[in-house]
Nanobody, 119 residues
């Protein structure tokens, strides 16, 4: 089983910055892709940013140029640096990891961390 623990959420003023972290632990052979997803109140969970094991990144259009995803493979940790935060960035941010354990692919989620941006 893979466990993901997020940290770094909180309350920030519009234009401010936050850095989210997500550490993976447990039993796994590999983590192929890690990412961050956001669920705003009353809305579905949407992809914010993902990063593969070899560093390829993908961002939602709404965060391009403001958010940066990075990964420390040695620590099995993914980060999301969020700059120029806007009220529309409000939501619960979930960490996701996809990889392999023996012959089984897993798709794991963290418990989420709240990000609130005041205008």
């Amino acid at each position: 089983q893979v466990q993901l623990v997020e940290s770094g959420g909180g309350l920030v003023q519009a234009g401010g910055s936050l850095r989210l972290s997500c550490a993976a632990s447990g039993s796994f052979f590999s983590i192929n892709r890690m990412g961050w997803y956001r669920q705003a109140p009353g809305k579905q969970r949407d992809m914010v940013a993902t990063i593969t094991s070899d560093g390829n990144t993908n961002y939602a259009d709404s965060v391009k140029g403001r958010f940066t995803i990075s990964r420390d493979n040695a620590k099995n940790t993914v980060y999301l640096q969020m700059e120029s935060l806007k009220p529309e960035d409000i939501g619960v941010y979930y960490c996701n990891a996809v990889g392999w354990y023996f012959a089984s692919e897993y798709d794991a989620w963290g418990q989420g961390t709240q990000v609130t941006v005041s205008s």
